[in-house]
């Protein structure tokens, strides 16, 4: 059974980072393409960051040169660095994996979600 579990969210002051992990288990996923999403209340889930299996990257315009997503294989983590954090930042983030797409930021182009880690920031 596959299994994705985020943590690393919490509560920051806009300007400030955090580190955001996903762990997978029931497959071994260095091959599949994996990204993180976002949901903010009352909005659609969007994609905020994608890796594929030979580590090129893809980000949303609106977190660029912000976010960083990367990859332990051997530790079957994914990782998204989060820096100079802004109040529209705020949302839950979710892992995604089995991507059928290099580099998508498509909901329905990933098979396998976990259950979300909430990020707030303040003003």
């Known amino acids: 059974q596959v299994q994705l579990v985020e943590s690393g969210g919490g509560s920051v002051q806009a300007g400030g980072s955090l580190r955001l992990s996903c762990v997978v288990s029931g497959y071994t996923y260095s091959n599949h393409y994996m990204g993180w999403f976002r949901q903010a209340p009352g909005k659609e889930r969007e994609g905020v960051a994608a890796a594929d299996s030979d580590g090129s990257t893809n980000y949303a315009d609106s977190v660029k040169g912000r976010f960083t997503i990367s990859k332990d294989n051997a530790k079957n983590t994914l990782y998204l660095e989060m820096s100079s954090l802004k109040a529209e930042d705020t949302a839950m983030y979710y892992c995604?994996?089995?991507?059928?797409?290099?580099?998508?930021?498509?909901?329905?182009?990933?098979?396998?979600w976990g259950q979300g880690t909430q990020v707030t920031v303040s003003s």
């Open positions: 995604a994996a089995d991507g059928v797409v290099a580099g998508s930021l498509l909901e329905y182009e990933y098979n396998y």
